[in-house]
């Protein structure tokens, strides 16, 4: 993911430097940035302050050009870059332009999140992630007279940037799920990344089942419970999956096709009705992406859970389809109580606890 910003070089927030060489001279050493000194190298010398403070500039690569009969610069790269969120360059944007007698050639990376250092190249068949540009047209390093690097913060996840367990998503709610490969939400036909839940207590009170505050509320999915309800019946047609990507889509076809669940004072109308973070597409998660939701609440010890069954929009569980009934007058709960993660189906009269989350 790549932004583009309009801005002068020099910004306040990030960091600028500009390596000044003398023609045909190439320092001996790399250039490293916030260590606490000032750093020399060929006619320049400058203190700066980066996302991290062992960023190295690497001499440039040479590719010997046998119609010139010379060496020309091919490869300019900028090694040791931290990757951390927060306490190093993750979410942010670098910056590389390298000056010479006659223009310049700029390119710019957006700084993925991970644990790694890692080196990113302009020019050469490795050239890092998220650039502007990655050819680099080979320059004459006796013309070569500058190579410049500016590092800023980039887009935070709320914002649109990059995302890592724990951050706080675009709904101001906890990013729980990170794809590796993008999931297709069935809803909207688009693929997605991430998943988010809404921070607990966001969800108005029940006065018919009351509940302490801060905590989630209980309700029914359903106003009664009949077996099958009207207007859906058993059958593989009316299966509610339990994938991840589902959670929209079952939302959705229970809410607009079944009149006892979509009426005020129930689990669906309150779901639908959230516009946390002045977002519109909240939806109770599916049977996998409430189990992948408890799976990440109780590794990392997220308090603000209820030892008791959260429901899902799913009828029917891949791990034990012989259970499942098909019908929206059953459907799926999690314990999310610790060490639990149990999965129960539960008539839809019953009342349960909700929580929602997003995909984006």
Sequence with gaps: MTYFRKKPWLIGLGIFIVINLSAGVFAASNLVLNSGNPVDLAAGAQRVTTCDNDVFVDPPGMTFDPVQQKYLIT?????????????????????????????????????????TESKFYFGGTNSGTGMARTVLTPIDPTKLQNISIQMYPGLSCAEGGDCALGDTGPGGGTVFYAATTPFLNQATGTYMNYLEVAPSGSLPNNSGSPTAAGTDPKYQMCSANTSPPAGWGYGVQYKLLDDIGYGAYNTNRIYNNYSLCNTAGLA??????????GKNDWFLPSLQEQQILYDYAFANSVPGWSNTYYWTSSNFDSSNPGVSQYAVGSMYGVSMGT??????????????????????
């Design 75 to 115: 490869t300019i790269s900028v090694s040791n870059v931290s990757q951390l969120n927060g306490t190093g360059c993750g979410n942010w944007v670098m910056e590389l332009a390298a000056g010479y007698q006659g223009g310049f050639q700029i390119t710019s990376w957006a700084i993925p999140v991970s644990n």
């Design 268 to 277: 669906l109308k309150i779901v639908k009705d959230y516009r946390g973070g």
């Design 339 to 360: 060490g639990s993660g149990t999965r129960q189906l539960t008539d839809s009269g019953a009342f349960n606890r909700i929580r929602v989350i997003r995909a984006f």
